[in-house]
Antibody, heavy 118, light 107 residues
């Protein structure tokens, strides 16, 4: 059974960079797309971006140039960096696995709450 | 971006009731529509993919139908464990987008 686990700081200061890592267990990171999605408190789901195991990434234009997703196949991990954060970036961040060009999201991590506050 | 309009935003129904949720896409997305269930405090879970295909292990009381721009999600007989929020999600085009969610409660 594939499992995903997010890890990283739960509190980030405004203007700094949010960094999260997702560790994949129970399966290889190869041959799938790896996704980050966020959910602000009390709100809906927003796709941040995805990366193929080969390293090719796609991002939501709403994040402009603030986001970078990377993958480390040797560690079975992928990561998210979101720069210049503000309070509006406070959210639960989910990592997930996708197939079929990354659109069919079939496994989700438990989510990690990241608050942006000074 | 493809906008996904989901309705209703919330509903309250009795155990055993038939529950229907609709999702409308702002443009034709063919069959590329998934439904996810999120129980309180938990990660979402894929229930239905490609409009009508039940994910392995998902009870048969959950059904999906539709095509193009109009989609429907149905719980044929609502159970207490079905409480949560349901989201539609399109993957015809990037960025992937989700409906606003439907919160299902037991009356």
């Amino acid at each position: 059974q594939v499992q995903l686990q997010e890890s990283g700081p739960g509190l980030v200061k405004p203007s700094e960079t949010l960094s999260l890592t997702c560790t994949v267990s129970g399966g290889s990171i190869s041959s799938f797309y790896w996704i980050w999605i966020r959910q602000p408190p009390g709100k809906g789901l927003e796709w941040i971006g995805s990366i193929y195991y080969s390293g090719s990434a796609n991002y939501n234009p709403s994040f402009k140039s603030r986001v970078t997703i990377s993958v480390d196949t040797s560690r079975n991990e992928f990561s998210l960096k979101l720069s210049s954060v503000t309070a509006a970036d406070t959210a639960v961040f989910f990592c997930a696995r996708g197939s079929f060009m990354g659109g069919l999201i079939d496994y989700w991590g438990q989510g990690a709450l990241v608050a942006v506050s000074s | 971006d493809i906008q996904m309009t989901q309705s209703p935003s919330s509903l309250s129904a009795s155990v055993g009731d038939r529950v229907t949720i609709t999702c409308q896409a702002s443009q034709d997305i063919s069959k590329y529509l998934n439904w996810h269930q999120q129980k309180p405090g938990k990660a979402p879970k894929l229930l239905i993919y490609d409009t009508s295909n039940l994910e392995t292990g998902v009870p048969s009381r959950f059904r999906g139908s539709g095509s193009g721009t109009e989609f429907t999600f149905t719980i044929s007989s609502l159970q207490p464990e079905d409480i949560g929020t349901y989201y539609c999600q399109q993957y015809d085009n990037l960025p992937l987008t989700f409906g606003g969610g439907t919160k299902v409660e037991i009356k």
